[in-house]
């Protein structure tokens, strides 16, 4: 009789399911696993579009700095200008903006001149500013300015460093250093270690006129 017994609460042990504390223990593992796992998801998906975001500064700014280039190579008469050339102290010339004529026909009343100049943001000073593109008639006074736009956004810096010849005054060589920074959305998203890297863009050019 005692046999049996044993053999039936045996029997009930053996079938019984899980308890209360087991089933929070594996409900507690599972949360833990699909919250590593939602993080983990949500970290890729914000470095891709900080990467993406870097990568798209990179090429609008190379066009930019590529199309500036451009037009110093077959620009004349080019400033800001020191007032002594042989001064080290003023030459070269480090500033914010760069300006050149690009069209001169006297005859016809037209002197235009470009400038590639920095603006700070008007709403937020502190934060990234604008490179301007500035097309103006200088061959009337006071001068008129025909167009002026927005080239790029995100500038956290634009210096355009002119070395001038000493014999000749001219323009030698004109250099331009950008750095962009990432949008002010991606980086209002973004934490340190997903934040998109900043761009740094340097060139050089040298105007045709002295070749």
Do not use: C
């Amino acid at each position: 009789m005692t046999l049996t017994t044993d053999n039936n609460t045996n029997a009930r042990r053996r079938t019984r399911g899980f308890s209360l504390v087991e089933m929070l223990i594996a409900l507690a593992i599972t949360a833990s696993l699909l919250t590593a796992m939602l993080v983990a998801l949500d970290f890729s998906f914000k470095r891709y579009t900080a990467t993406s975001e870097s990568a798209s500064m990179h090429v609008v700014g190379r066009l930019v700095a590529h199309r500036i280039l451009s037009q110093i190579r077959t620009g004349t008469t080019f400033g800001p200008s020191p007032a002594d050339v042989l001064d080290p102290a003023q030459n070269p010339v480090v500033t914010d903006n760069i300006e050149f004529i690009t069209e001169a026909d006297r005859a016809a009343g037209l002197n235009r001149v470009t400038r590639f100049e920095y603006r700070d943001d008007p709403e937020d000073a502190a934060g990234p500013g604008w490179l301007w593109y500035v097309l103006v008639n200088a061959d009337v006074d006071p001068p008129t300015l025909i167009e002026e736009r927005p080239l790029l956004s995100g500038v956290r810096n634009a210096t355009f460093t002119l070395q001038f010849d000493e014999e000749t005054w001219l323009l030698d060589r004109a250099e331009l250093d950008i750095t962009l920074d990432p949008s002010s959305e991606a980086a209002a998203n973004a934490t340190v270690a997903e934040m998109p890297d900043s761009v740094r863009l340097v060139a050089s050019a040298t105007p045709r006129q002295l070749r």
